[in-house]
T-cell receptor, first 111, second 113 residues
Framework: QQQVKQSPQSLIVQKGGISIINCAYENTAFDYFPWYQQFPGKGPALLIAIRPDVSEKKEGRFTISFNKSAKQFSLHIMDSQPGDSATYFCAAGAGANNLFFGTGTRLTVIP | GAGVSQTPSNKVTEKGKYVELRCDPISGHTALYWYRQSLGQGPEFLIYFQGTGAADDSGLPNDRFFAVRPEGSVSTLKIQRTERGDSAVYLC???????????FGPGTRLTVL
């Protein structure tokens, strides 16, 4: 049973474009929603995280939008760069303890 | 070395053998987590520690898997009687305290032949 559903599975964006990745969850006990970036052969790196008391959080080119009523959250990467090409995972957890991860989105940014 | 370190980076073993995977968390981090990542999938939670005690081991797939953290720092994940289905990347993460962001190590790639 997938606790967090992520889409799309893969995404191709032109350099300078906006990359958007979406996630949905069912468990209303979840109160922590991080996004991770993973390069091949490396561990996931924490990018940005949000808690349900805010609807949006921005850090540099990365923005999380959170819709509590719809139980959905998304990652927006502005001005996407070839160096952003990686696999992105959303996750959710209750109290940021054991996290449930999505299945990942492979992003390719074309120069 | 400010990050989480894991050793070995790769481990190849034969079916039925015993393996130990080691994790050194970020200095000062009290919480430590183990996840398993299969090819093309997201990490799957196994167990986490707050200090020396296992606070939640609900993700361990069966009793062949066991983890310890005797002094509240380094942790070892132990797998007995390995099976081919155990092949995966085993990831360790740590956080300053429970509820803080989790920072992952590079993982140990386990291959069971």
């Amino acid at each position: 049973q997938q606790q967090v559903k992520q889409s799309p599975q893969s995404l191709i964006v032109q350099k300078g474009g906006i990359s958007i990745i979406n996630c949905a969850y069912e468990n209303t006990a979840f109160d922590y929603f991080p996004w991770y970036q993973q390069f091949p052969g490396k561990g996931p790196a924490l990018l940005i995280a949000i808690r349900p008391d805010v609807s949006e959080k921005k850090e540099g080119r990365f923005t999380i939008s959170f819709n509590k009523s719809a139980k959905q959250f998304s990652l927006h990467i502005m001005d996407s760069q070839p160096g952003d090409s990686a696999t992105y995972f959303c996750a959710a957890g209750a109290g940021a303890n054991n996290l449930f991860f999505g299945t990942g989105t492979r992003l390719t940014v074309i120069p | 070395g400010a990050g989480v370190s894991q050793t070995p980076s790769n481990k190849v073993t034969e079916k039925g053998k015993y393996v130990e995977l080691r994790c050194d968390p970020i200095s000062g981090h009290t919480a430590l987590y183990w996840y398993r990542q299969s090819l093309g999938q997201g990490p799957e939670f196994l167990i986490y520690f707050q200090g020396t005690g296992a606070a939640d081991d609900s993700g361990l797939p069966n009793d062949r898997f066991f983890a310890v953290r005797p002094e509240g720092s380094v942790s070892t994940l132990k797998i007995q009687r390995t099976e081919r289905g155990d092949s995966a990347v085993y990831l360790c993460a740590s956080s300053l305290m429970i509820g803080d962001g989790q920072f992952f190590g590079p993982g140990t790639r386990l291959t069971v032949l």
